[in-house]
């Protein structure tokens, strides 16, 4: 085996999980089974090489300078990949160049802009199981945050479960003991593609505690609020380990470990944020037609995650809730202060992930003059802040903010704006800034003129006109003289090289002039480069005051997006209180409003825990109960996110949780029918609601038959309407108008439909909600509204006539329906045939073969 490739299989030996980018030249390769994942993954054409081994073995590569696109695509994947680069100049001498492991790119410990979206974090999560509890330990490496937690009880894997979907992780490493663990709380894919890996290292207690006093700067664990955390603790120190192994780096901009709780906050659970597409749609899965698509007017990357967070964590105390609204409120009635806050805050780039760009060796120039550029106008913004803050949220911003102008002068001072992107090009400071550098500069400079000078004097000696004085890296200065002009050269020439139509000559001046030009430029890049390291180290000594500024900006530019909206949509300050009453005047659909081309019909809504504490809602389809009931379920959360709200006026009383089942679908990965999905929703919020809650129930007990399905539903509102059992405001939309009976025996429930007009056949939904019961759903409009043929519309009228005046589940009412049909068939062998399947013990090859077992059957029926 070459020594090259002795080197390569040190080096993978020391990473056999990951993918090894390893550096020749201008490329990284990769050999072996490397080589052929890469190549299917990365549609890279294979070739080999040899390397002493009895076969070629196989290889492709990638060009350095484009590394980050096809790391994002493996990343994507969920590969790891470990980069090895060259340490030692190939130039340098002879012998193999040493190389080494510089970081290994993760799924979740990603810094590169390139490969983050902008307007959400990028979670790495550490999971650990022991004392009945599970340590969570959340970590997002391009900003610098640290938190810990825990989650206890019987409920815990569905807790974890549900916390995993709304942090959206790009990995996850989980101990042992808990990854073995894994087919209970991880999410499907459907919700949560996301690669989770084992681990064994860095977990044990007494460790991790070492290893994050270090880090952290904490005098003892045992002593700090993290002392009741154990699993959290060992869940720390097991990410902090495996960032340490894979970042090679000292990490110091993650200076900081926080408590990861949700006191003070309104809990939503994963089904909540789903059905009311707070971040992306449920369809289609993007931003546009989600809350935060509406509320997002920020105007810089980390506002718009600040404002993402608030949606997903509202706030769940009063106090805190009142001081957003009283920022919100005074942003919002000063157009040209929000408008010149705004402006100034457009010039700052991602100050948040600045600081981990300055930890990476990666950091450039450019990054130096993005940061500088970033905190130019922070006196402006601060000096326009403080002249007019009253609230007393946006006085404690202006307080304490840092304008960081010893950064900026420092920076301002020293890069040059046109600085390359790669350091080791030079050109990196401004001239003036130090005295060597523009003496070897000048040295340098002075050379190259000296180089022209030299070569019109030869041209003019020689006679040859087209003599030309050229560079390259392997022979450094040369003389070109083309094959014609052969006769007319000196012989003082000394000849270098011989090409097809020139020869190439070196002369004792210009071998001096060379080493004097290119010492000078050598020693000015890494002059440079000492000098750019020292800018580096100063400005991660100033990291804690970028990110504390940095936050601090982040909820300026949320607030301001808030007041935006607000002035733009006409919304109006909620009034938070601590009773019981919720009262709602003219209350709108904020993304329906804002995605319809004709004006929103408002409704009202008046509920407390007397009179009104249930409302049953009937109907029929495409009337718009379920807008309504998410209607109400978004302006309680916007209240409690600190936002003005789509209503004429709108009282609105602290909630501990907000609830939601509207509808449900097979979860096939799990085996579980669309009736399991929705009684194990149901049965999730029955055991976690508290009177504080609001609960949004929409068509409990349909993925069942007739009478269970009223049945479930029936006993399902008595328990949440009940104070002795639950007493939550409830809006509970259902097609089982036998719950209408319900307001007369049932104290706090009180019945509630859409209104509709109707023309002749025709319908006309008014979309408003009022007092009062519907007994019809106007089924057969809606379908004639959808198009279906008007002789299916007739028969089923027929049929919808005969089914109101007999019993649904009476077998005599399908012998009826039965007959009816012309020609008769006789269906009894098919209906016992369907009867005797067990569907929920059938593979999925099985229930296609037993269809086309029916589908023959039904063939056989018809022809006799």
């Known amino acids: 085996m070459t020594p090259m490739m002795k080197q390569y299989m040190d080096i993978k030996r020391q990473n056999p999980d990951c993918l090894l980018f390893y550096r020749l030249g201008d490329f990284y390769e990769m050999f072996f089974e490397d080589a052929i994942t890469a190549s299917r993954e990365l549609d890279l054409t294979l070739t080999g090489r040899d390397c002493g081994m009895d076969k070629r073995a196989e290889m492709c590569g990638v060009p350095f300078h484009a590394v980050e696109t096809y790391l994002s695509r493996l990343l994507a994947k969920g590969f790891k990949v470990a980069v090895c680069e060259q340490l030692t100049d190939p130039s340098a001498g002879k012998g193999i160049v040493d190389r080494g492991v510089v970081r290994i790119f993760t799924p979740g410990t990603v810094v590169e802009d390139q490969m983050l979206e902008s307007g959400r974090n990028h979670y790495l999560v550490g999971l650990d199981y022991r004392y009945n509890a599970v340590g969570l330990a959340v970590v997002d490496v391009s900003t610098g945050e640290f938190r810990i937690g825990e989650i206890a009880g019987e409920r815990w894997a569905g807790l974890l479960r549900d916390r995993l979907c709304r942090l959206q992780p790009a990995e996850i490493i989980a101990h042992t003991n808990i990854y073995e663990k894994r087919n209970l709380w991880q999410p499907p894919p459907e919700r949560l593609d996301v690669p989770v890996y084992e681990c064994a290292l860095g977990f044990d207690y007494a460790d991790a505690s070492i290893r994050l006093e270090f880090h952290f700067h904490i005098r003892s664990i045992a002593q700090s609020q993290f002392s009741s955390l154990h699993a959290g603790v060992c869940a720390a120190g097991g990410v902090l380990l495996y960032l340490v192994e894979t970042q090679k780096n000292a990490l110091t901009h993650i200076n900081e470990l926080s408590l990861y709780k949700q006191d003070g906050q309104m809990m939503l659970d994963e089904a909540t944020r789903r059905n009311l597409e707070l971040v992306e749609t449920m369809r289609s899965r993007e931003k546009r037609g989600s809350l935060l698509w509406l509320l997002d007017k ?386 999730a919020i029955l055991s976690a609601a508290t009177r504080k809650s609001l609960l949004i129930l929409d068509e409990v007990g349909r993925g069942t038959s007739t009478y269970d399905g009223l049945s479930i539903a029936w006993a399902v509102v008595e328990h949440v309407s009940d104070p002795e059992t639950l007493g939550a405001k409830t809006l509970f939309a259902t097609h089982y108008h036998e719950l209408t009976e319900l307001e007369m025996h049932m104290p706090g429930v009180l019945n509630f439909h859409v209104a509709v007009h109707e023309e002749g056949r025709d319908v006309i939904f008014m979309h408003k909600i009022v007092r009062g019961c519907t007994d019809r759903s106007f089924g057969i409009h809606v379908a004639r509204m959808a198009g279906l043929p008007e002789d299916i519309l007739e028969r089923a009228e027929e049929i919808l006539k005969k089914l109101e005046a007999t019993d649904l589940d009476n077998p005599q009412t399908w012998e009826w329906r039965l007959s009816q049909r012309q020609p008769q068939i006789q269906y009894v062998k098919l209906i016992d045939k369907l009867r005797q399947l067990d569907m929920t013990q059938l593979s999925p090859i099985q229930a296609i073969n037993s269809l086309y077992e029916l589908q023959l059957m039904l063939a056989d029926e018809e022809k006799t």
């Open 298 to 683: 920020t105007v810089t990357p980390m506002g718009g995650r600040m404002l993402r967070r608030w949606l997903e964590q509202p706030l769940g105390d009063k106090e805190a809730i009142d001081h957003r609204l009283e920022a919100v409120t005074q942003l919002h009635s000063d157009v040209m202060w929000r408008d010149e806050m705004r402006e100034l805050l457009r010039n700052v780039h991602d100050l948040e992930r600045m600081p981990s760009r300055i930890e990476y060796p990666t950091f450039n120039g450019r990054d130096a003059l993005l940061l500088c550029e970033s905190i130019s106008n922070l006196p402006l913004l601060m000096d326009a802040l403080s002249q007019k803050a009253q609230a007393l949220c946006l006085q404690d911003i202006a307080q304490q903010m840092d304008d960081l102008q010893d950064l900026r002068r420092l920076l301002h001072d020293a890069i040059s704006p046109t600085t390359p992107a790669n350091t080791r090009d030079g050109g990196i400071f401004k001239e003036g800034y130090n005295a060597q550098l523009d003496q070897l500069r000048a040295l340098a400079g002075g050379g190259k003129d000296w180089l022209a000078h030299y070569e019109q004097q030869e041209r003019e000696a020689t006679g040859i006109k087209s003599l030309r004085v050229r560079y390259n890296r392997v022979f450094g200065y040369y003389i070109d003289v083309t094959n014609t002009n052969q006769h007319l050269v000196p012989d003082r020439y000394v000849r270098r090289q011989t090409l097809a139509n020139s020869e190439r000559y070196t002369t004792m001046e210009l071998k001096e002039a060379e080493d004097r030009i290119l010492s000078a430029e050598a020693d000015s890049i890494d002059l440079e480069n000492q000098l750019f390291q020292d800018i580096r180290q100063q400005c991660r000594q100033e990291v804690p005051r970028i990110q504390r500024t940095a936050r601090l900006l982040a909820q300026l530019d949320a607030l301001l997006s808030l007041a935006v909206v607000a002035a733009e949509r006409k919304y109006t300050c909620p009034q938070m209180h601590t009773g019981d009453k919720m009262y709602i005047v003219e209350g709108r659909h904020p993304v329906v409003e804002a995605m319809i081309d004709r004006p929103f019909v408002p409704n009202d809504i008046y509920m407390d825990d007397a009179e009104n504490r249930c409302m049953i809602m009937t109907g029929p389809n495409m009337a718009g109960k379920s807008t309504y009931l998410r209607q109400v379920a978004l302006i309680a959360l916007m209240a409690h996110c600190g936002s003005f709200v789509p209503a004429q006026t709108a009282e609105i009383p602290i909630l501990d949780r907000i609830f939601t089942r509207v509808g449900a679908s097979d979860d096939l990965s799990s085996g579980q029918s669309t009736f399991m999905v929705e009684m194990n929703e149901v049965a």
